[in-house]
């Protein structure tokens, strides 16, 4: 499995950005899909996850302003983030976790450098 994530850049405060995150292979509805950021001097931390029913879950410190999504008949997991916050500048990864005979393989994307900043 490769991700494969866009959609970072430069933004000012209150901004928004949409990150996607396209995965390769087959069986992408099974799969639990998250977005994790860390920022410099930071432990990487997570934002947001949506698992294969469609449940989601967020960080206190997204929760009204980040919207995770999936489609999954494009393999693609988006991260829709509204009023971005300067404490918001990290690099995002996105993770996928799939369930296997006796656990789970997970597996991360390259990353994307969100910068907010005016």
């Known amino acids: 499995v490769q991700l494969q994530a866009s959609g970072g850049g430069l933004v000012q405060p209150g901004g928004s950005l949409r990150l996607s995150c396209a995965a390769s292979?087959?069986?992408?509805?099974?799969?639990?899909m998250s977005w994790y950021r860390q920022a410099p001097g930071k432990q990487r931390e997570l934002v947001a996850l949506?698992?294969?029913?469609?449940?989601?879950n967020y960080a206190d410190s997204v929760k009204g302003r980040f919207t995770i999504s999936r489609v999954n008949a494009k393999n693609t997991v988006y991260l829709q983030m509204n009023s971005l916050k300067p404490e918001d500048t990290a690099v995002y990864y996105c993770?996928?976790?799939?369930?296997?005979?006796?656990?789970?393989?997970?597996?991360w994307g390259q990353g994307t450098q969100v910068t907010v900043s005016s």
């Open positions: 292979g087959s069986m992408f509805s099974i799969n639990t």
């Open positions: 949506i698992a294969s029913g469609g449940n989601t």
């Open positions: 993770n996928l976790v799939r369930p296997i005979s006796g656990g789970v393989d997970d597996y």
